[in-house]
């Protein structure tokens, strides 16, 4: 059985001086919490993992991803799915490619709306291509805060700080600094975490 509450409680021991790009072992967080986990689960946890290996990301690996028994592989890959979608028909209408070149397009979901359409096309009219990248992960981020809002001690929790980790490791070798805003926010969701859970049991 996982235990949850200590897995978490351990996840606030990254330091502010761990986001320099030559301490953050990013893989060893992730090992460390493997370990810690049942077999059910660390299969949930490398589901979520084989979702940053662009060799895999074709649309068997979505249909899979979106039928998922856990909720946040769910979610967190119909988002990832649209977004992935969103970018590459922006970018094929600014290259004059055709329209559907490059889309993961799902039988059932032709008439799925993306509600974050209008941001991430804003994000991409922007002319640095830092800052775009810095826009979409932004967006990535603020998803998985939403889907994580009411999970404290539970796997999603854990999937959801995995998904951020991510984020900031792969800053840390784009853009040091970038890197370094990111896991500050991590550091400070996590602390606002335990405040809101105090508050709950409070109440």
């Known amino acids: ?41 660390a299969a949930v946890l490398d589901t979520l993992l084989a ?6 990301m ?5 249909t899979e991803a979106l039928r998922h028994k856990n909720r946040f592989i769910r979610e967190w890959f119909a988002f990832d799915m649209e977004l992935r979608n969103a970018t590459v028909a922006y970018l094929n209408q600014s290259l004059g490619r055709p329209a559907g ?3 993961i397009l799902l039988e059932g979901r032709e008439d799925e709306e993306f509600e974050d359409l ?12 830092l800052r775009r990248e810095r826009g979409l992960d932004d967006l ?3 998803k998985i805060e939403e889907l994580t809002m009411m999970d404290y001690f539970d796997l999603d929790a854990i999937l959801g700080f995995v998904a951020r980790l991510k984020i900031i490791d792969r800053w840390l070798q784009l853009d040091p ?17 335990y405040e809101n859970k105090k508050q709950t049991i409070a109440i």
């Open 1 to 41: 059985m996982n235990n949850y509450e200590y897995i978490v409680a351990c996840l606030p021991v990254l330091r502010p001086e761990d986001s320099r790009s030559d301490s953050l072992d990013a893989a060893a967080i992730v090992e460390e919490i493997r370990e810690q986990l049942s077999a059910g689960d």
């Open 140 to 142: 990535r981020w603020r």
């Open 101 to 103: 070149q490059d889309r």
């Open 118 to 129: 209008p941001a991430v096309e804003s994000v991409l009219r922007g002319s640095d291509i």
């Open 58 to 62: 074709d649309a068997g690996f979505y």
């Open 177 to 193: 600094d970038s890197g370094r805003a990111f896991f500050r926010r991590l550091v400070d969701d996590i602390q606002s975490t």
């Open 51 to 56: 979702g940053y290996d662009p060799d895999r």
